[in-house]
């Protein structure tokens, strides 16, 4: 089992900057892919970017690409979203996800095929 716990949300301005934290225990996150989706009010949830653990590579959403910027923290097991140039159209609970893979290359953005779940943090942006 992996349990995630994300922080680091709050309302801000648009065009601040924001980080974004997930925490993991329970297991050693070698061949995990850490993800972080975002859900708006009334809408689905979303995918934003991932990191394979061991490599520290990354995968972005193209709607995030050059604002969003992935992470990791090896001597606390913790995974960082940087978001930068906030807009109204970012606020949204987001999400850290995590799922177990053999083939770091192989990136997925489906809801479903990841195990494991935190709880949300939300992030609020006024204008």
């Known amino acids: 089992q992996v349990q995630l716990v994300e922080s680091g949300g709050g309302l801000v301005q648009a065009g601040d900057s924001l980080r974004l934290s997930c925490a993991a225990s329970g297991r050693a996150l070698s061949n995990y892919h850490v993800a972080w989706f975002r859900q708006a009010p009334g809408k689905e949830r979303d995918f934003a970017a991932s990191i394979f653990w061991s490599r520290g590579s990354t995968y972005y959403a193209e709607s995030v690409k050059g604002r969003f910027t992935l992470s990791r923290d090896i001597a606390k097991n913790t995974v960082h979203l940087q978001i930068s140039v906030l807009k109204p159209e970012d606020t949204a609970v987001y999400y850290c996800?995590?799922?177990?893979?053999?083939?770091?290359?192989?990136?997925?953005?489906?809801?479903?095929?990841?195990?494991?779940w935190g709880q949300g943090t939300q992030v609020t942006v006024s204008s």
């Open positions: 996800a995590a799922r177990q893979t053999w083939n770091g290359n192989l990136w997925s953005t489906d809801v479903g095929a990841y195990d494991y």
